[in-house]
């Protein structure tokens, strides 16, 4: 059968999507990268915000309406949390909850199983191992899932429960055979990879006591990634200790901090367990340590209770702060979060408003970053060609994340084109393009 795979949300969704899109392929299936060839059609959906939400119902719906046949799969933050509004669709056969993922492909045959032969595709398989289509760059390799935290706004501990760790033997073996695939880069993903193997399942199993610190030192000694890649780590998971493993370069120079806000009344309200000083002494030891570091984080505005004296505050830190990427989310009222039941609920005109004001400090800040290595060479994994109205460029990321388009040639090969996807090559920053720079290519 022929499977089309989307995924909503975090790059905790994207791995589990690939993860899926990986045992399909192996047992014979085929991924297509069109909803209209496909007999089967799994969506990964997300609910962090009500937006979110919003995005799945109308996918779901559009993958019916572009192909009518489609038989249509379920699953995600949004299936678990709210699986009556995904069956008011009408058009879904199977809702799956986040525990159920794990085993949606048999599901799926299963399900098949029942349905009768002539409902799906009489085209032969392309071989016995399937195929997927994916473009071989950046793998996403989930660590952990869960968490026990209880900020007051957040709907994803309901969805995806508590904290649970993979085994380290399962993450090595995985990322050992990304590299084996051809991927240059593997990234780190989970709800709360800070918390990694302090769950009661990780002591369960009967093993050594370990942390994050620990795993990714096993990554770099254990596998030939020739980058890795943390997502995303709570400030008050990051310990001093950690910054010691950048001495190995292959570790990129990349964190994301989530802050959620600048003042420390809201802080207080949200339920996170740091203040200003803290999160500001954090990021202070991490850019010395680490040189060239880029530090991303997440913003929320509108919080129950933030006045414009609490984002005005916020918004000064922020822009102290001069992140090298910005993420920022207007609050969303989740039910069953105690946040949702708080007073002094913020408009949706001042969350408009505050979210616009705090954007043009990210991308104020963003371009200040990138503008920083002007001149300079660091090294580029080449994703994917771009074309333009003019030419075609290459787009790629840096170990600390900052974008670069680049034409394929490099002058030491006297100018001829060259095919970048997947290479590791320098590139000389240039001038300031779209959301990053311009660079020229050196092999």
């Known amino acids: 059968m022929k499977y089309f795979i989307t995924s909503l949300g975090c790059k905790l969704n994207q791995s589990?999507?690939?993860?899926?899109?990986?045992?399909?392929?192996?047992?014979?299936h085929t991924i297509v990268d069109k909803p209209q060839r496909a007999d089967w059609c799994v969506v990964n959906t997300c609910l962090v915000t009500h937006i979110a939400a919003r995005k799945s119902r109308q996918l779901i719906r559009r993958l019916h309406r572009e192909n009518p046949a489609v038989h249509i799969a379920v699953t995600g933050c949004y299936a678990e949390v709210s699986p009556d509004?995904?069956?008011?669709?009408?058009?879904?056969?199977?809702?799956?909850?986040?525990?159920?993922?794990?085993h949606l492909a048999s599901l799926i045959d299963r399900v098949s199983a029942e349905a009768t032969p002539e409902a799906f595709s009489s085209e032969p398989h392309v071989g016995p191992r399937g195929s997927i289509e994916t473009p071989r760059t950046r793998a996403f390799v989930k660590i952990q899932d869960g968490c026990d935290n209880h900020c007051t706004y957040c709907i994803v501990t309901i969805a995806r429960g508590p904290q649970r760790s993979r085994p380290e033997t399962e993450i090595l073996a995985e990322i050992s055979s990304r590299v084996q695939e051809g991927y240059k880069e593997v990234?780190?993903?989970?709800?709360?990879?800070?918390?990694?193997?302090?769950?009661?399942?990780?002591?369960?199993?009967?093993?050594?006591?370990?942390?994050?610190?620990e795993l990714v030192r096993l990554i770099l000694q254990e596998t030939e990634i020739q980058r890795l890649r943390l997502s995303s780590v709570e400030p008050w998971d990051f310990a001093p200790e950690i910054l010691s493993?950048?001495?190995?370069?292959?570790?990129?120079?990349?964190?994301?901090?989530?802050l959620q806000s600048g003042c420390d009344a809201t802080l207080h309200r949200m339920g996170r367990r740091y203040t200003q000083e803290q999160y500001e002494a954090s990021v202070a030891a991490a850019r010395q340590a680490i040189p060239g570091l880029a530090v991303t984080t997440d913003v929320i505005v509108g919080f129950p209770g933030e006045t414009e004296e609490e984002f005005t505050e916020s918004l000064a830190f922020v822009k102290t702060l001069a992140f090298a990427r910005l993420h920022v989310f207007k609050y969303s009222q989740r039910e069953q979060t105690v946040a949702a039941n708080m007073p002094d609920q913020v408009s949706p005109g001042a969350k408009r408003a505050r979210s616009q004001a705090m954007l043009r400090i990210g991308k104020q800040s963003a371009h200040a970053f990138a503008r920083g290595f002007r001149g300079k060479t660091l090294s580029v994994l080449w994703?994917?060609?771009?074309?333009t109205s003019t030419r075609t460029l290459w787009r790629g990321l840096t170990d600390n994340y900052i974008r670069v388009y680049a034409r394929g040639y490099a002058h030491a090969r006297g100018g001829s084109p060259c095919n970048l996807h997947n290479a590791i090559t320098h590139a000389l920053l240039q001038e300031p393009f779209r959301d990053g720079v311009l660079g020229e290519v050196i092999v």
Do not use: F, M
Request: aromatic content about 2%; some cysteine.
């Open 16 to 28: 589990e999507a690939e993860s899926l899109a990986r045992q399909l392929a192996a047992a014979g």
């Open 245 to 258: 493993l950048w001495k190995d370069s292959r570790l990129c120079r990349h964190l994301h901090l989530p």
């Open 85 to 102: 509004e995904i069956a008011a669709l009408g058009n879904v056969d199977i809702i799956a909850s986040n525990q159920e993922k794990e």
């Open 187 to 213: 990234v780190l993903t989970g709800v709360h990879i800070g918390s990694y193997g302090q769950d009661h399942q990780a002591k369960a199993r009967g093993e050594k006591e370990t942390n994050l610190r």
């Open 383 to 387: 994703e994917h060609p771009l074309e």
